[in-house]
């Protein structure tokens, strides 16, 4: 495990890919483009996604609560909203871990 994490970014990964496959840079672009809009398409329709070996996304829903803003203290009601949430699978976490 690295000791700084480094922050990857989708254009590296483009450049991975297309250099793993041999598959043109912009073709990639296009194909993991179509893929992240595919994915966010899902959520906003409330629909889960399982990607096997990586994890299940799906929309969680949080209640309406008051909080408070830090730099006031006034009082600010935050309405009930639904976030996206993520849970790694077990093979992804045994894989971080070295577990086998």
Request: glycine share 4%; proline share 5%.
């Amino acid at each position: 495990m690295p000791e700084k994490p480094v922050t990857r970014t989708k254009a590296s990964y483009i450049l991975e890919i297309a250099e793993r496959t041999g598959i043109h840079k912009r073709d990639v672009s296009i194909i993991i483009t179509n893929f992240i809009n595919a994915l966010t398409d899902s959520l906003v329709k409330n629909e889960r996604i399982e990607l096997r070996g990586l994890g299940v996304l799906k929309n969680k829903k949080r209640r309406a609560r008051i909080a408070r803003n830090p730099r006031t203290g006034e009082k600010v009601k935050v309405n009930e909203r639904w976030v996206p949430t993520y849970k790694p699978s077990s093979l992804l976490k045994r894989r971080i871990n070295k577990v086998t």
